[in-house]
């Protein structure tokens, strides 16, 4: 059976989206009957370590130096080294091609920076940007990675009486926004009904409840009126769906996907902070399902669920060559 490792991390630092979209992809591949082992660590993320748990991807810690690297990747018989970390060593891709390994590098936006045989960039309009060099690269949104949990649901709003907003910050809620944003939504004087998942509890009052990160959340999604998010990895879940987005951004990394959805008119735009500007926002979208539903209009249609698909085929034909 043919063996693909996975270099990376998740945590309350580091966000859990690099590894949302590996168990996306390694989950494509042990369809078709390769067998994918993580390399890395997990840190402070129940629900991150559960989401290998669960599905019996084994979780191997990794050293530190590319050398150490590649001679765990010769110990555990690898085919092809999949990396996702912006905090590798810059020489990592390289260590590990010179030892016989094919290397597809996951970027978002920024130049490549590690060697490798095949670069990934699913970001909307990313087939746009610049790029050279002798590596073929996958860019745009016809490969976006997405987990069986949402590619098995479909939209289904509640229709009650009042719009139901689902807030949330990844999987960890590294830089602790999803109070500020509750708060936000409760200031429109706008009727609605909130679910906020966050991995540390708080009294939002009114009419938000908040929850732990949880393994609904495709449902959650799937159910929302609208949903309130950093451009994250989630985003991409979100333009499957074709759930209406009101969207911010917590990391430097997020900005270019900020804009390019924005600009598109796929989400709202609600800058970085949950200030006077963005409740005014909310409170239109929330008053108005019209407004809402156009840009979940926009947004449908521009991931199809079939990237991991077309990923998959392209790695597993540079591992065979």
Partial sequence: MARVGFRCDAGVGSGV?????????????????????????????????????ERGFPLVAAPASAPRLAALACELRLDAVVLDSYDLP???????????????????G?????QADLYLDQNLGAERRPFSGPARRLAGARYVLLRDSVRRHRR?????????????????????VAPAWAAALLATGVPFRGTVVSPTPFAAGGPIAVI?????????MAGADLVVTAAGSAVWELLYLGVPAALSWVADNQ??????LVDRGAAA????????RAVALLAR?????????????RGGGLVDGRGRERVADALLALARS
Avoid at 110 to 114: E, I, K, R, V
Avoid at 156 to 176: I, K, M, N, R, Y
Avoid at 212 to 220: A, G, H, N, V, Y
Wanted: with cysteine; proline share 9%.
């Fill in 17 to 53: 989206g690099h590894l949302v979209r590996c168990v996306a992809l390694a989950e494509e591949l042990r369809g078709r009957g390769v067998e994918a082992v993580f390399l890395g660590a997990v840190h402070g993320s129940e629900w991150a370590r559960a989401q290998l748990r």
């Fill in 90 to 108: 810059a020489e990592t891709g390289a260590v590990l091609r010179e030892a016989g390994f094919p290397v597809l590098a996951i970027v978002d």
């Fill in 110 to 114: 920024d130049p490549p920076g590690q």
């Fill in 156 to 176: 289904a709003p509640d229709p009650g009486p009042v719009p139901h907003v689902l807030c949330f910050f990844g999987g960890t809620d590294s830089a602790g």
């Fill in 212 to 220: 732990p990160p949880t393994d609904r959340l495709p449902e959650l």
């Fill in 255 to 260: 900005l270019v996907g900020y804009r390019e």
């Fill in 269 to 276: 735009g609600l800058g970085r902070a949950a200030d006077a």
């Fill in 285 to 297: 979208l929330l008053a108005d399902p019209a407004v809402r539903e156009e840009h979940g209009r």
